[in-house]
Structure formats: structure tokens, C-alpha cells
């Protein structure tokens, strides 16, 4: 299967907003594509329309335990391992720190494994919460960050941290070809309307006339990436010869405040609601920007969705297709449940 024209490919976490677009990319360039999600955070809906798709498996599985029967490596010829695994939301990651941590540990482990044993490249999604509240920027990746490693976004913060450092003592041991994306701010169809972040939140509300709740004052910034941008990233990283020597930055690094975008919406969807501030949170980084100068030396990449036009298209899908907003409760007091994170 690797040598030919069709590739079996896994993406891990592929029911999510980020790995189902993945998955519909990688059918539409003619692979064979085996998705597994413990739909923790994951939806059947994002799948639904690849259900008879004869190159698409669904596997449901939670790699933070052992991995099933089905995904043995002497069952699979496997091309290539997107590792997108985990809640990605602060809302999410916190509900259940534990299983955040052990998914991003133990589940990549696993998977490193399976990468080693069928020959399969493997890439790692990481995050710009690795850079934590950052003293340096715009964000480089040769900067170590500045992390509070006992605050409550430590589980998702440290654990992608210590997955990028499995993922490159397996590639310096060369057991396996391993490359690792931090990915910065993404939006667009079918995010979650209740995963706690601003840019689902923002339009939420101001479609349903509800107050717009924002931390701080909104002065702190965000760079929001397409998806469709941040998937052609991903897959250009996955082909990306030779072995890039570190992480490479995924974002858009257009840079502007929550409260810009709060305002942006409100103009876009004609809303009346009003915006209310609250505290910020804990460790909530003031500023965030990718410096991308490695993607567009190593891949030729950079973002090409203005952020008008997937608004535009953000908005449209939120009317289209999104139920109403079911209640999560957050495990941490400092995330109250309707206001908007700037993540």
C-alpha cells in the first residue's frame, strides 16, 4: 500500500473539528483513511457523510488505554499517523485533567509505537499553549515558553510538551519519522458550540441575541487560522522531505484583539447583543502571534483565507447546522460556563 497509488493513512482524533476536515482531505487526494476518536469531544456528525465511503474506517477507541485488536501493526500498511488526538478547549481539557494528560503521554506513546512497527511517518499535533503566556513575540519556534506547571491548564500545556518530547527522543533514537506542528488559534465549520472558546462563543451568542461575554478588558490577541488553511499546513508538513530538525509553527500570523473580533461578529451577523466583561482566567496569555518563517521556508505555506471570508463562512454553518448550546460545566471555578475564552 505505501508504494502504490492509494495510501492507508490514520488520523487519530478524527471525528474532532480539525481531524474530521483532515479526513475529508486526505479521501479527496485518493487515500484510504482509518479514523479513531473516543468521541470524548469528537461528533458523529462530522463524520456522518463518510459513512459509506469504502475508504473510510471508523474506530472508536481511547488511545490513553491500550490500543484494540484492529489496530495491531502486522493487521496495517500504514502510510502515515496524524496524532490529533485530545480535548482541545480549555473547557474540555479541564473537565478531566487526568485522562488530558494521560491521553497526550501514554496515547502518543502508543502511537509511536504503532509508527515504528509498521514504518508509518508520524506527525504530532502540538500547540501554542507550549508557549504558554509568552515573554517573547511574536512566537518563535526556538523559544522554550513560560508555563505554569502546576496551574490548571497544565495538563493540556505540559502534556503536549512532553508529547513533543516523545516524539523527537523516538525520532533521535531513529525509531521512528516523526514531525510536530504547533498549531495556533483555528476556526471554521463545525467547532463545537459549546467547547468554551471565543470564536464559537462569540457567534453563538451574538446569533441567538444573547450578551457577548469576553475576558479582561479584550485587549489580549489572538492570529485565528482557516481550517482549510491549518489542514494544507498539516499535510504539507506530513510530506515535508527531509525530517524537519524541530516543530514548526501553524498559524495565521495576522494578529488582532478578542474584543476586534467580538465587534466583527456583531457587525457580520447584525446582532444586537451587547458585550460584558469578566475576569480574565488564570494564565490566560495576554498575547499570542506564530512567527511562520520556518513553515514558509519549509513548506512554502501560509495562511490564504482572509479572515472576513471564514468568518463569512463560520456564521453561515452556525445558521445552517448548529444546535442549541448544551450547558459543560468547567472544572476549574475560574472558567465560568458561558463566557468566552480568547483561546
Not at 46 to 59: E, G, I, S, Y
Not at 75 to 96: E, G, T
Not at 101 to 127: D, I, K, N, P, Y
Not at 271 to 276: D, G, L, N, Y
Request: with cysteine; aromatic share 6%.
Amino acid at each position: 500500500m505505501r508504494n502504490g497509488k492509494t495510501k492507508l493513512v490514520m488520523v487519530v482524533g478524527g471525528a474532532g473539528f480539525l481531524g474530521s476536515h483532515l479526513c475529508d482531505y486526505l479521501l479527496g487526494e485518493g487515500n484510504r483513511v482509518i479514523c479513531v476518536d473516543n468521541f470524548q469531544t469528537g461528533r458523529q456528525d462530522n463524520l456522518r457523510h463518510l459513512k459509506r465511503d469504502p475508504r473510510f474506517d471508523l474506530v472508536q477507541a481511547d488511545i490513553a488505554e491500550a490500543l484494540p485488536a484492529s489496530l495491531a501493526p502486522e493487521r496495517l500498511h500504514l502510510s502515515a499517523i496524524y496524532n490529533l488526538a485530545c480535548a482541545a478547549s480549555p473547557r474540555h481539557y479541564q473537565a478531566d485533567p487526568e485522562h488530558t494528560m494521560l491521553t497526550c503521554v501514554l496515547g502518543t506513546r502508543s502511537l509511536l509505537r504503532l509508527a515504528e512497527a509498521t514504518g508509518a511517518r508520524f506527525l504530532q499535533a502540538s500547540t501554542s499553549e507550549i508557549y504558554g503566556d509568552p515573554e517573547t513575540h511574536p512566537q518563535r519556534e526556538d523559544y522554550w515558553g513560560h508555563v505554569n506547571a502546576t496551574g490548571p491548564r497544565a495538563c493540556y500545556d505540559e502534556g503536549k510538551r512532553a508529547a513533543e518530547t516523545l516524539a523527537f527522543d523516538f525520532a533521535r533514537a531513529r525509531r521512528a519519522e516523526v514531525r510536530v506542528a504547533r498549531i495556533f488559534n483555528t476556526y471554521g465549520p463545525r467547532m463545537r458550540a459549546d467547547d468554551g472558546r471565543v470564536v464559537s462563543n462569540v457567534i453563538c451568542q451574538a446569533l441567538a441575541g444573547e450578551d457577548i461575554t469576553i475576558y479582561g478588558d479584550g485587549s489580549q490577541t489572538r492570529s485565528f487560522c482557516y481550517v482549510d488553511d491549518l489542514v494544507d499546513g498539516l499535510v504539507r508538513l506530513m510530506a515535508c522531505d527531509p525530517e524537519p530538525p524541530g516543530a514548526v509553527n501553524l498559524g495565521n500570523p495576522v494578529e488582532l484583539t478578542v474584543l476586534d473580533l467580538a465587534e466583527r461578529v456583531l457587525a457580520l451577523t447584525n446582532s444586537r447583543s451587547r458585550i460584558v466583561r469578566r475576569p480574565l482566567p488564570v494564565d490566560d496569555p495576554r498575547r499570542r502571534r506564530p512567527d511562520i518563517s520556518r513553515a514558509k521556508a519549509l513548506l512554502g505555506w501560509s495562511p490564504r483565507v482572509p479572515l472576513q471570508t471564514g468568518l463569512e463562512a463560520t456564521v453561515a454553518w452556525f445558521r445552517r447546522e448548529a444546535g442549541p448550546v448544551q450547558p459543560v460545566h468547567p472544572a476549574h471555578p475560574a472558567l465560568p460556563a458561558t463566557a468566552s475564552r480568547p483561546d
